[in-house]
């Protein structure tokens, strides 16, 4: 039986620059989930965000849609759909919990399937540890 686990935008571009401070750490993490057979799980943000961090962090546009293409075709990744249930879902969670906003969607998509979610994002994982089971990415 397969794992779920909601990972955060910042482990996917930790991931995807080589130049970050985590890249082998998350690389690593990563490698290593995949190889337990872990099914990773983001809302479809993640690509949004992806994208804009790695041309905002290398000024490569090109660099940035073709991350955000390759996530799309992960086979072990499910991006969620922003309904209108996902949608209030996070609203309530960043109300509650007083996160930022597209942090709020990776608590609320964990919160909604009962799934760990997996971030390198501290201030994220303490609150998120109010409502849902957080994992620090070692």
Known sequence: MSQYVVVDASVWVSRLIEE???HDLCRQ???????????????ALLLVEVAAAISRRTEDTDL??????????LPDLRLVEMSNDVVQSAV???????VRGADAFYIAVAQQLGLPLATLDS??????????ETWEIE
């Open 20 to 22: 970050d401070v985590f």
């Open 29 to 43: 993490w990563l490698k290593g989930q995949q190889s337990k057979g872990t099914q990773f799980v983001a809302p």
């Open 123 to 132: 201030d994220q994982r303490q609150r998120a540890a109010h409502v849902i």
């Open 92 to 98: 309530n969670v960043g109300a509650e919990l007083g």
């Open 64 to 73: 940035a849609r073709r991350a955000a293409d390759a996530l799309k075709t």
